[in-house]
């Protein structure tokens, strides 16, 4: 069945560094891929997206681009700031594979900045 | 308006006690979702609803009983919960069912069965 592997965390990183966090995926036909971030005490939300190929989404900074060549599509920044200091979950979501269009989330890597 | 709500924010319950989660969303939404989420893990899908029908039932125990009263509202109930049923409860919303289609998430319920 369709898998996201992201590496482990935790990350810290002093303000201002350049962060990557890279994500890999396994999946039948053509997924969609999310990147969500769950800052603590609080649910999930919808940091960027990328629904074909080589497409790139950005969005606060973040930027993750869709290689399916690599299965792949870290997420990058280029100055992080304290704020940013959340859990980011890469995610698939794929109507072949079995998962019927839900999403398939990686572990998490919990990322924590330092002024 | 983009948000999910839910109530409560925390929830303390016995195991031999019944209460009621809530998600609501004014979106427009026709898929719902509840998920459960243990600490450092990530989110575990329970419930699928689409255009009020459950579609989806991820293998969960009877104690706990989704419903959907109409199409802006989504509610958990559960019942003779366990200690190890104790986590954040998220729900989410999207527009329809397909893969491209990003989902809005509330900020859960934090639950404690004592």
């Known amino acids: 069945g369709d898998s996201v592997t992201q590496m482990e965390g935790p990350v810290t990183l002093s303000e201002e560094a350049f962060l990557t966090i890279n994500c890999t995926y396994t999946a039948t036909g053509y997924p969609s891929l999310f990147w969500y971030v769950q800052y603590p005490g609080e649910g999930l939300q919808l940091l960027l997206k990328?629904?074909?190929?080589?497409d790139k989404g950005s969005n606060k900074g973040f930027e993750a681009t869709y290689r399916k060549e690599t299965t792949s599509f870290h997420l990058e920044k280029g100055s992080v700031q304290v704020s940013d200091s959340a859990v980011y979950f890469c995610?698939?979501?794929?109507?072949?594979?079995?998962?019927?269009?839900?999403?398939?989330f990686g572990k998490g890597t919990k990322l924590s900045v330092k002024p | 308006d983009t948000e999910v709500t839910q109530t409560p924010k925390h929830l303390v319950m016995g195991m031999t006690n019944k209460k009621s989660l809530k998600c609501e969303q004014h979106m427009g939404h026709r898929a719902m979702y509840w998920y459960k989420q243990k600490a450092k893990k990530p989110p575990e899908l329970m419930f699928v609803y689409s255009y009020e029908k459950l579609s989806i039932n991820e293998s969960v125990p009877s104690r706990f009983s989704p419903e959907c009263p109409n199409s802006s509202l989504l509610n958990l109930h559960l019942h003779a919960l366990q200690p190890e049923d104790s986590a954040l409860y998220l729900c989410a919303s999207s527009q329809d069912r397909g893969p491209g289609l990003e989902q809005y998430f509330g900020p859960g319920t934090r639950l404690t069965v004592t």
């Open positions: 990328a629904t074909k190929a080589d």
């Open positions: 995610a698939l979501s794929n109507l072949d594979g079995g998962s019927q269009g839900n999403l398939i």
